[in-house]
């Protein structure tokens, strides 16, 4: 069993967001099985606790969601330079009431890695978060060729976490409409504010646009 921490991977852990969602690997005998649900949090030295995923996500996996079994954690680190975090651990306990949750052993080790392959440049450009089931006003708070922040009052949050897919749309000089196709990565509550991480879909030449309609030079986005 996996019982014991490293400082460094809680700080690490600290960087997951209460709510945020997070990929599960399941590990069983012969292969493995992959889902989505949600961090809840953790107590240092003792417990991480995730949401205990969906029975469609599960299928004939859910017979092997019990305490001993070994398990991949995957989540987008807030408040980083766009890293991923990973950690292998054992199911500590499976909670069933008041509400179904999984409860992990702190991991020996945590692994991360840097998503952010491009400079994100600092912007206050007034734009529109649009989901299948949802559309907020905001502004982008940064952003390069691969991604951007997305920032709105708190009050006027109506995303469900499993909406991924989203646009961005952003109006030109020419009152003309730009719009960025992206994936939500991860969510952030501050205060008042709501941030929002997402990667951005093959529109880097509609970046470019964005950017010089900003006046930004864009000699920035290639800096190392």
Do not use: W
Not at 41 to 59: D, S, T
Not at 166 to 183: T, Y
Request: hydrophobic content about 40%; overall charge neutral; proline content about 4%.
């Amino acid at each position: 069993m996996f019982k014991s921490k490293s400082s460094s991977g809680y700080q690490k852990i600290e960087l997951i967001s209460v709510g945020s969602v997070i990929d599960l690997e399941i590990l069983m005998a012969a292969n493995s099985k992959r889902v989505k649900t949600e961090f809840i949090g953790y107590l240092e030295g003792q417990y991480i606790i995730l949401n205990y995923p969906k029975q469609k996500q599960l299928g004939a996996a859910a017979e092997h969601v019990k305490e001993g079994a070994t398990v991949i954690v995957r989540a987008v680190a807030d408040h980083s330079d766009g890293q991923i975090i990973a950690f292998k651990t054992d199911i500590k306990a499976v909670a069933y009431t008041p509400t179904k949750l999984i409860f992990l052993y702190p991991p020996q080790q945590v692994q991360s890695q840097c998503l952010r392959h491009h400079v994100r440049i600092p912007t206050l450009i007034p734009a529109t978060l649009m989901t299948q089931r949802s559309s907020c006003e905001g502004v982008i708070k940064d952003l390069s060729r691969t991604g951007l922040l997305f920032s709105m009052p708190e009050s006027v949050v109506d995303l469900p976490v499993h909406d991924k897919s989203c646009h961005i749309v952003v109006a030109d000089r020419n009152k003309q409409q730009i719009s960025l196709s992206g994936e939500v990565c991860s969510t952030t509550h501050q205060d008042d504010t709501t941030l929002i991480g997402i990667r951005l879909i093959a529109d880097e030449g509609k970046v470019d646009d964005i950017l010089q309609q900003c006046l930004i030079d864009l000699s920035a986005l290639h800096a190392t």
